[in-house]
């Protein structure tokens, strides 16, 4: 091509057009020399479009490298980008369950589907495009994702795509651009006092039992409760802690109300710590009962081998059949023991901010308006009179006139 031994130097040169017809133009730049050896540094890249827009796209490269804002791209792919930031992510989070999550979800849908990319190059548009597939059913292409999960990949990916800014490996976050599935939420009720107690009569005798009982008592979402860790749990202190996660199980908007990777700690009452350690010993005896073939990852509530429980699994073969037994609508979701936990407390006058901080929310104001409607309106007897004390000293006027 005419010209083409002039191309080592900074300038715009024809490269032909690709098989979509569009025009594509190397641009060659060069940057500051390297702060190490002194030597000239250069750079390129492949553009697509007109030469005006190219002449363009060379003006902006040379304005942001005069700023000192601009990012050379590499030759990175997102394959090797992610498995680095798998690596800190997994030194970040401790808890086996919660890194291993992360681990199959950006190997078995990020890198695998679009991993071949190189850092740089990857679009808005290919993520947008990913989304869809993952989500579409598998006789249709796609992997059958709920929309849950997809948020769940996405929140990652944005996390990780953002690191790569900071690290000045790209000059923008492409996920930042990109709208995740929309959550079409339905309403969960919470168990009324005596749908609760008709729950855990028919759960008695059930494998989960305990599970079920600390759900009712902690609030913990699905996810939290399979992820959960001996380790996290002190008895002695009567206290747990929990990795807040985006759950498939949660009905609640994916906002800053549930930030993923923070930690809150609940107290522990007695009903469940009696239920922790039932289940502790109950594991033991199931550790010698499979011997070497138990996997002990400390988790606990695992299924009869030590591996994470299936969610799908725990719902249709432990979850629903108690509330068939029961008497319960079948289709009571899981979660509705999460509101049972915060409705239980708010009615009988718990500070909205302590129940708040132990539901994981960031803030009372978003417990309050998933809450407020459950907030009690009249007061009974009993606290009238308590509330009276506070606000009219009764308990000194009557002390007062009994004198």
């Given at each position: 091509?005419?010209?083409?031994?002039?191309?080592?130097?900074?300038?715009?040169?024809?490269?032909?057009?690709?098989?979509?017809?569009?025009?594509?133009?190397?641009?060659?730049?060069?940057?500051?020399?390297?702060?190490?050896?002194?030597?000239?540094?250069?750079?390129?890249?492949?553009?697509?479009?007109?030469?005006?827009?190219?002449?363009?796209?060379?003006?902006?490269?040379?304005?942001?490298?005069?700023?000192?804002?601009?990012?050379?791209?590499?030759?990175?792919?997102?394959?090797?980008?992610?498995?680095?930031?798998?690596?800190?992510?997994?030194?970040?989070?401790?808890?086996?369950s919660t890194s291993d999550t992360a681990q199959s979800l950006i190997t078995n849908h990020i890198i695998a589907e679009i991993g071949h990319?190189?850092?740089?190059?990857?679009?808005?548009?290919?993520?947008?495009?990913?989304?869809?597939?993952?989500?579409?059913?598998?006789?249709?292409?796609?992997?059958?994702?709920?929309?849950?999960?997809?948020?769940?990949?996405?929140?990652?990916?944005?996390?990780?795509?953002?690191?790569?800014?900071?690290?000045?490996?790209?000059?923008?976050?492409?996920?930042?651009?990109?709208?995740?599935?929309?959550?079409?939420?339905?309403?969960?009720?919470?168990?009324?006092?005596?749908?609760?107690?008709?729950?855990?009569?028919?759960?008695?005798?059930?494998?989960?039992?305990?599970?079920?009982?600390?759900?009712?008592?902690?609030?913990?979402?699905?996810?939290?409760?399979?992820?959960?860790?001996?380790?996290?749990?002190?008895?002695?202190?009567?206290?747990?802690?929990?990795?807040?996660?985006?759950?498939?199980?949660?009905?609640?908007?994916?906002?800053?109300?549930?930030?993923?990777?923070?930690?809150?700690?609940?107290?522990?009452?007695?009903?469940?710590?009696?239920?922790?350690?039932?289940?502790?010993?109950?594991?033991?005896?199931?550790?010698?009962?499979?011997?070497?073939?138990?996997?002990?990852?400390?988790?606990?509530?695992?299924?009869?081998?030590?591996?994470?429980?299936?969610?799908?699994?725990?719902?249709?073969?432990?979850?629903?059949?108690?509330?068939?037994?029961?008497?319960?609508?079948?289709?009571?979701?899981?979660?509705?023991?999460?509101?049972?936990?915060?409705?239980?407390?708010?009615?009988?006058?718990?500070?909205?901010?302590?129940?708040?901080?132990?539901?994981?929310?960031?803030?009372?104001?978003?417990?309050?308006?998933?809450?407020?409607?459950?907030?009690?309106?009249?007061?009974?007897?009993?606290?009238?009179?308590?509330?009276?004390?506070?606000?009219?000293?009764?308990?000194?006027?009557?002390?007062?006139?009994?004198?």
């Amino acid at each position: 091509m005419p010209g083409k031994k002039h191309d080592h130097k900074p300038g715009i040169y024809p490269r032909g057009k690709d098989a979509k017809g569009r025009e594509r133009w190397l641009i060659r730049y060069e940057l500051p020399r390297d702060p190490s050896t002194g030597k000239r540094r250069q750079k390129a890249e492949t553009f697509y479009g007109t030469k005006r827009e190219a002449e363009k796209r060379l003006r902006e490269i040379l304005v942001q490298v005069d700023q000192k804002t601009f990012t050379a791209p590499s030759n990175m792919t997102v394959a090797q980008y992610m498995e680095e930031w798998l690596e800190k992510y997994r030194a970040d989070h401790p808890v086996e369950s919660t890194s291993d999550t992360a681990q199959s979800l950006i190997t078995n849908h990020i890198i695998a589907e679009i991993g071949h990319l190189k850092l740089a190059e990857l679009l808005p548009y290919h993520l947008d495009k990913l989304y869809q597939k993952l989500r579409k059913r598998p006789d249709k292409g796609g992997k059958g994702l709920s929309t849950r999960t997809v948020r769940y990949i996405h929140a990652l990916t944005c996390s990780a795509l953002e690191r790569a800014v900071d690290l000045q490996l790209i000059p923008a976050n492409p996920a930042a651009k990109v709208k995740p599935p929309k959550l079409h939420q339905r309403e969960v009720k919470p168990l009324t006092d005596e749908q609760r107690d008709l729950f855990l009569q028919a759960a008695r005798g059930s494998r989960f039992y305990n599970l079920f009982v600390v759900a009712l008592g902690t609030g913990m979402r699905m996810g939290e409760l399979l992820r959960l860790t001996w380790p996290q749990v002190n008895l002695a202190e009567r206290t747990l802690t929990v990795i807040n996660m985006l759950d498939d199980e949660d009905d609640e908007e994916v906002t800053d109300a549930k930030r993923e990777g923070s930690k809150r700690t609940i107290p522990l009452v007695p009903e469940v710590i009696r239920a922790l350690k039932a289940q502790r010993a109950a594991q033991a005896e199931e550790k010698l009962k499979v011997g070497p073939a138990y996997e002990d990852k400390k988790l606990v509530f695992a299924n009869a081998l030590g591996r994470l429980i299936n969610p799908s699994n725990l719902r249709n073969r432990y979850f629903k059949p108690v509330l068939d037994k029961a008497g319960l609508p079948r289709d009571t979701h899981f979660h509705a023991l999460r509101h049972t936990f915060a409705t239980s407390l708010l009615r009988k006058g718990m500070d909205i901010k302590k129940v708040s901080a132990w539901l994981g929310h960031a803030n009372a104001g978003f417990t309050y308006r998933v809450y407020h409607h459950y907030l009690p309106e009249k007061l009974d007897d009993r606290e009238a009179e308590r509330l009276n004390s506070f606000l009219f000293g009764g308990e000194d006027k009557k002390m007062a006139g009994n004198s």
